[in-house]
């Protein structure tokens, strides 16, 4: 009985969807993280009477015909990169983008990730980076015996160092931005990488065209919502459950028809 498997993929399929579901709630204190969503797809169809066959020697044709679904199946998991509530947290070093926008990143091998986490700190050579120590890039080092360090909107680095009155422009942010940034790879830690899907990186100066700006002492919220969350959660639990509503019942029909007798 085909039920008995088209059920079993709508199981799976729920599945998929608790997992993406539950990844999303636990990042909800996440900085710059964007929630993802569950896509299905329809499986192939047995096709018992084709729509539009011929019916007659008169010429008549089947209207709808007879095509039975063989189920779903996980068409992707869509990243929703709408803008986070920025936080604020009066730390000089943290940095929220308003608007479209990735930092970038240099990893240890070299290559370039991107992330819309902005709580950066400083090493010990004074460069600029993340909390797993990677460098931000363009590369900025932040000399000894600042005292302030002021961030504008449009990325520009000053401070205010001992022994100086007027204030010294140590460098200058940009923001990477991409034609899909749904199709950028997650990879953990904050950090996505370049894929074919997302196209290549954009680079440009903060509040240009198409890029956000910056806020200096703010850090972008999670974008995910709690309540729609737990809803879809919910929903997606009747689902499972009905999908193995729907096993129980082939399976007691394919018993009766076990029982029959001659």
Not at 55 to 61: K, M, P
């Amino acid at each position: 009985m085909q039920a008995l498997r088209t059920a079993a993929t709508g199981m799976a399929a729920q599945q998929l969807n608790v997992e993406v579901i539950s990844n999303n709630i636990a990042n909800m204190n996440t900085i710059g993280f964007k929630r993802q969503r569950a896509e299905f797809q329809d499986l192939l169809y047995q096709t018992l009477i084709t729509p539009g066959a011929q019916s007659s020697d008169q010429g008549t044709v089947v209207p709808t015909g007879v095509q039975v679904g063989m189920g779903v199946k996980s068409g992707s998991t869509y990243r929703i990169t709408t803008q986070g509530a920025l936080t604020r947290t009066d730390n000089k070093l943290d940095l929220a983008i308003d608007g479209p926008g990735f930092f970038q990143v240099l990893m240890p091998s070299g290559e370039t990730a991107y992330t819309r986490a902005g709580n950066l700190a400083t090493n010990d050579q004074g460069q600029l980076v993340t909390e797993d120590g990677y460098q931000i890039q363009p590369a900025i080092t932040i000399p000894p015996g600042v005292r302030s360090i002021t961030i504008s909107a449009s990325g520009q680095i000053e401070v205010s160092t001992d022994g100086q009155t007027a204030p010294q422009i140590l460098g200058q942010l940009e923001l990477a931005t991409f034609v899909n940034e749904a199709g950028l790879e997650a990879i953990g830690n904050n950090l996505l990488k370049e894929s074919g899907a997302s196209g290549s990186a954009t680079t440009g100066t903060p509040g240009s065209t198409g890029i956000g700006t910056l806020v200096q002492g703010y850090t972008e919220a999670s974008n995910v919502d709690a309540v729609s969350e737990i809803t879809q959660l919910i929903v997606a639990q009747r689902a499972y459950e009905m999908n193995s509503k729907v096993i129980s019942t082939a399976d007691q029909m394919l018993s009766v028809a076990s029982q029959l007798k001659s």
